[in-house]
């Protein structure tokens, strides 16, 4: 079984930065694709982007993504990366690493980023 683990979230200031880590438990090739999602309180997950095989980034077309939230990869840690910046309390969500073989999803547990006004 596919294991992510996500770390670096936290509480930060309004227009902080943050840097959310993800590390799977295979190899970071044998994946399709990976990328981040976010759920805010009373909402359902949603999308912020995913990173092919071959590098590309894909992000979702909602608004909130422009620029402040920047995906990575480093093949050689074996770790994706999410670049938060200008951080805002609408922000505040529970962010999750996504992982997929084919058409096998596999989820991190989440990590809690707390954005204050």
């Known amino acids: 079984q596919v294991q992510l683990i996500e770390s670096g979230g936290g509480l930060v200031q309004s227009g902080g930065s943050l840097r959310l880590s993800c590390v799977p438990s295979?190899?970071?090739?044998?994946?399709?694709?990976m990328g981040w999602y976010r759920r805010a309180p009373g909402k359902e997950r949603e999308l912020i982007a995913t990173?092919?095989?071959?590098?590309?980034?894909?992000?979702t077309d909602a608004d909130f993504v422009k620029g402040r939230f920047i995906p990575s990869r480093d093949n050689g840690k074996n770790t994706i990366y999410l670049q938060m910046n200008s951080l805002k309390p609408e922000d505040t969500a529970v962010y999750y690493c996504?992982?997929?073989?084919?058409?096998?999803?596999?989820w991190g547990q989440g990590t809690q980023v707390t954005v204050s006004s």
């Open positions: 990173i092919t095989l071959s590098g590309m980034i894909h992000y």
């Open positions: 996504n992982a997929r073989i084919l058409s096998s999803n596999y």
């Open positions: 295979e190899s970071i090739f044998n994946f399709n694709s």
